[in-house]
């Protein structure tokens, strides 16, 4: 199966910046998803993303399927924002969404 | 907004009991999926199951795991004769038209098992 490698395994920020979470994976993918898991577990839906690029809100997300990698914008952010975020990839054959080991954001007031 | 629902949200047994964790899946979907989530890891696959029998299973899904869609709304995981190990998050999630489109995860049910 494809491996998937986040980074930064952890991110410290202050209220107010911005940041730019990475998910490479080691072979072609044709569904790539991003998720923000909250302080009680829960897996939220951000981007379904195989390709290109897509924007809700203060997040946007880019795939660049052909080098294997996305990327995660986070702009403004807010305590809120706090939590792992997820990439999972689906290789082409199969069904089961491989994820990564997650990035730990903090965000400081 | 639909979404998938899972009951319950946590559960404790003893070890060696046998546990069954319930999800509605989102009403129109048509792949269901277990995956689990030992706490500080990461999340994996357990199994896919379509049109009534499963697709796809992972290692870790062996014979104490099974599945099943008893109704039309509800599908199942049941886990005989619990062990320690056993203690993590499960996610059920849904797919409309398959694996390749955006799957949507319930809230989790936490399992522990003393």
């Known amino acids: 199966g494809i491996q998937v490698e986040q980074s930064p395994p952890d991110l410290i920020l202050q209220e107010g910046a911005n940041s730019t979470l990475r998910c490479n994976f080691s072979?072609?993918?044709?569904?790539l998803q991003w998720f923000h898991q909250n302080p009680w577990g829960q897996l939220i839906n951000l981007f379904y993303?195989?390709?290109g690029t897509k924007q809700n809100g203060r997040l946007s997300a880019t795939t660049v399927a052909t080098e294997r990698y996305s990327l995660l914008y986070i702009s403004s952010s807010q305590t809120t924002d706090s939590g792992v975020y997820f990439c999972?990839?689906?290789?082409?054959?199969?069904?089961?969404?491989?994820f990564g080991e997650g990035t730990q954001l903090t965000v400081n007031p | 907004e639909p979404e998938v629902t899972q009951t319950p949200s946590h559960q404790v047994t003893q070890m060696g009991q046998e546990v069954i964790l319930r999800c509605v899946p989102i009403?129109?979907?048509?792949?269901f999926y277990w995956y689990r989530q030992i706490l500080g890891q990461k999340v994996e696959f357990l199994v896919s199951?379509?049109?009534?029998?499963?697709?796809?299973k992972s290692e870790i899904f062996d014979d104490q795991f099974s599945v099943e869609r008893p109704d039309g709304s509800n599908f199942t995981l049941k886990i005989r004769s619990t062990k320690l190990e056993d203690s993590a998050m499960y996610f059920c999630?849904?797919?409309?038209?398959?694996?390749?489109?955006?799957?949507?995860f319930g809230q989790g049910t936490r399992l522990t098992v003393v």
């Open positions: 999972a990839g689906k290789e082409t054959s199969g069904s089961r969404l491989t």
């Open positions: 072979d072609s993918v044709n569904n």
């Open positions: 009403s129109n979907h048509l792949y």
């Open positions: 999630a849904s797919s409309y038209l398959g694996p390749n489109t955006e799957a949507f």
């Open positions: 199951f379509y049109n009534n029998e499963i697709s796809e």
């Open positions: 993303i195989p390709s």
